[in-house]
């Protein structure tokens, strides 16, 4: 039975991930895609190739994507190569203290370079990325022309 997991599955946006992928057959190829839907529907993805060790587990961390979003070994690499499907947008979080970016990552059997609706993943999983911890303040900031906010840890 194939599975994806992220560890930790809920974290701050800045503190790395552990992903891996186990239950594939020994030298299988695969496509590993992570992707968001932003706060105005806009989705963002990345997606790597690999090929399964001898044990059939992929770990970006240890092993390098033979291409895709990007190639080589990066542990973090589903994450930080994600594009818009649309042009010239960015990802930017608003509400930072209400709720966290949802990121689903799933593994597809051999190379995909797009993948539509009748595509189904091997397996699946889902991360939370939290741009502000448990207990933190966010105080508005308004003084003259400057505008921002200060977070205030408990």
């Known amino acids: 039975m194939v599975e994806v997991i992220v560890t930790p599955q809920s974290s701050l946006a800045?503190?790395?991930?552990q992903v891996q992928v186990r239950g594939l057959s020994p030298?299988?190829?695969?496509?590993?895609?992570?992707?968001?839907?932003?706060?105005?529907?806009?989705?963002?993805?990345?997606?790597?190739?690999?090929?399964?060790?001898?044990?059939?587990?992929?770990?970006p961390g240890?092993?390098?994507?033979?291409?895709g979003?990007?190639?080589?070994?990066?542990?973090?690499?589903?994450?930080?190569?994600?594009q818009p499907d649309t042009l010239f947008r960015r990802l930017v979080k608003r509400d930072?203290?209400?709720?966290?970016?949802?990121?689903?990552?799933?593994?597809?059997?051999?190379l995909r370079?797009?993948?539509g609706p009748?595509?189904?993943?091997?397996?699946?999983?889902?991360?939370?990325r939290w741009y502000v911890g448990p207990g933190m303040q966010r105080v508005p900031i308004r003084e003259g022309r400057v505008r921002g906010a200060l977070f205030l840890p408990p």
């Open 69 to 82: 979003s990007y190639a080589g070994v990066w542990p973090m690499g589903l994450f930080w190569f994600q």
């Open 27 to 59: 030298s299988q190829l695969v496509t590993l895609r992570a992707w968001l839907t932003d706060e105005h529907g806009e989705c963002f993805q990345a997606r790597a190739f690999f090929r399964a060790d001898e044990a059939g587990e992929v770990d």
């Open 62 to 67: 240890r092993h390098a994507a033979l291409g």
């Open 14 to 17: 800045d503190r790395p991930v």
């Open 118 to 128: 009748q595509d189904q993943p091997l397996a699946s999983c889902e991360a939370e």
């Open 96 to 110: 930072v203290a209400g709720s966290p970016f949802r990121v689903r990552l799933e593994v597809f059997d051999g």
């Open 113 to 115: 370079l797009v993948t």
